[in-house]
Nanobody, 113 residues
């Protein structure tokens, strides 16, 4: 299974970006797809996750600003609104399947003040 993340870029504070992660190499629906991020000098942290059931979970900082969705079974998007400079980070998508842990390559989001 390979995860390909895209959609990062440079945006001004208050702006929006949509990240997309596509999983390939698997026919079954992945049970969960998750976005993490790692800001410069900080630990990696969970941003949002969505189960194949549709249930979602958000980090507190993401609630009300970010929306995770899985339109296609193994494609997950992260709509990010009202971005802040503190949201600057490399965003990674991650998934699990049968005990295997998969990571995408990361996409850089830079929010200027």
């Amino acid at each position: 299974v390979q995860l390909q993340a895209s959609g990062g870029g440079l945006v001004q504070a208050g702006g929006s970006l949509t990240l997309t992660c596509k999983a390939s190499g698997i026919d079954a629906v992945l049970p969960v797809m998750t976005w993490y991020r790692r800001a410069p000098g900080k630990e990696r942290e969970l941003v949002a996750m969505q189960l194949k059931s549709g249930a979602t979970h958000y980090a507190d900082f993401a609630k009300g600003r970010f929306t995770i969705s899985r339109g296609d079974a193994n494609v997950v998007t992260l709509q990010m609104n009202n971005l802040k400079p503190d949201d600057t980070a490399v965003y990674y998508c991650q998934s699990l399947d049968a005990g295997n842990n998969y990571w995408g390559q990361g996409t850089l989001v830079t929010v200027s003040s």
